[in-house]
């Protein structure tokens, strides 16, 4: 009995033994702690900051949104400004013609924009001159904006000379009361029956008056600048008068711009008093004969294109009449009265 028991006891140690060695373990290394450690605080950290990471995403998802729909509003709200800039305001007058390479609308915010022949002027509008211009006044009369000028458009009746130079065509009585005004650092220089040229250079106002008068209202002033005088006022203030021809170089570029004249079935005269206001000379006829003639004679055919001595060659090679060019002047005469033209 005690050998089966002894025998059972220590089968019973041996087992237990046995289990013991089997489930003991090996104390981890500190390294392998420490890499417990770490792997159990990264998955913490990734499990508390999922929901923030998320609202993260929204919230950038929702930024970007909005700033789309911002961005396809500007759009929309650009397209409506390119296209309605310009449109609204009172029309000065339509551009006629020019030479290359033109003249073009500027803008802070858009690209320069090429005027076409037949294009409106409205107030607001701001433009550079590239190649001599001839704008047809919707009041009546015509603007001559001399290349490399700068202009503003403040109204239906005025423009601001920023730099360079305009000459303003305004035929007495075409206008009524609406006096045609160009502003300037000097003053406001309004016309009254009037062709003068009007530049600005380095600061310094020229005025210069062909036909006519013009009123001039500085700051602390008012005068009145009759027809063969030019004026100069500087940054200072000082201002210097002296008489002038009302033909010649000085006003080639001008001469250059006049309207086209239509001729056909027109009197002779009409033609006359034409060129004589293009090129700043006084009409003479010889005598009562000659004013009857230039009343009766009727042209036919068409000038457009030419200029204005091309055109008064042209017109008088059709006519027994004859004309001389004595300075500031044009002669007519009859045929046996007259010398030989003078061009």
């Not at 700068?150 to 009585?173: C, F, M, R, W």
């Not at 106002?205 to 001039?216: N, P």
């Not at 009145?224 to 080639?252: H, L, M, S």
Request: glycine share 8%; charged share 20%; hydrophobic share 45%.
């Amino acid at each position: 009995m005690s050998n089966l028991d002894a025998t059972t006891s220590g089968n019973e140690g041996g087992a237990e033994r046995a289990l013991r060695e089997g489930l003991r373990t090996l104390a981890l290394s500190p390294e392998a702690m420490q890499r417990i450690r770490e792997a159990t605080q990264a998955e913490w950290r990734a499990t508390v900051r999922t929901p923030a990471a998320t609202r993260a995403r929204a919230s950038r998802l929702s930024l970007a949104a909005a700033a789309s729909v911002l961005m396809l509003a500007a759009a929309i709200g650009w397209n409506v400004f390119m296209a309605n800039t310009g449109d609204t305001g009172a029309v000065l007058g339509f551009v006629a013609r020019f030479d290359a390479p033109g003249i073009v609308e500027s803008g802070y915010l858009r690209r320069d924009a090429a005027l076409n022949p037949g294009a409106p002027l409205r107030a607001g509008q701001s433009l550079e001159v590239r190649g001599h211009s001839l704008i047809s006044l919707a009041g009546g009369g015509n603007l001559r904006m001399a290349r490399a000028s700068s202009v503003q458009v403040l109204a239906a009746n005025t423009v601001k000379l920023e730099h360079g130079e305009l000459y303003v065509d305004i035929p007495p009585g075409s206008r009524a009361s609406d006096r045609f005004m160009v502003i300037t650092p000097a003053g406001e220089f309004r016309h009254v029956g009037t062709q003068f040229a009007l530049a600005l250079v380095n600061g310094v106002t020229r005025l210069r008056v062909r036909e006519g008068s013009v009123q001039w209202n500085a700051t602390d002033s008012e005068s009145t600048v009759n027809a063969g005088t030019e004026v100069t006022i500087d940054q200072n203030r000082i201002v210097t008068r002296r008489p002038i021809a009302t033909e010649g170089r000085d006003w080639a570029w001008v001469e250059l711009l006049a309207p086209d004249i239509e001729i056909e079935n027109r009197p002779l005269q009409e033609f006359l008093i034409w060129f004589s206001r293009e090129t700043g000379r006084k009409l003479e006829l010889a005598d009562d004969e000659v004013r009857n003639q230039t009343a009766t004679i009727r042209m036919h055919g068409n000038v457009r294109g030419l200029t204005a001595m091309e055109a008064l060659s042209a017109v008088m090679a059709a006519t027994t009449l004859r004309f001389e060019l004595p300075e500031g002047a044009i002669r007519v005469s009859s045929a046996r009265d007259s010398t030989t033209p003078t061009t």
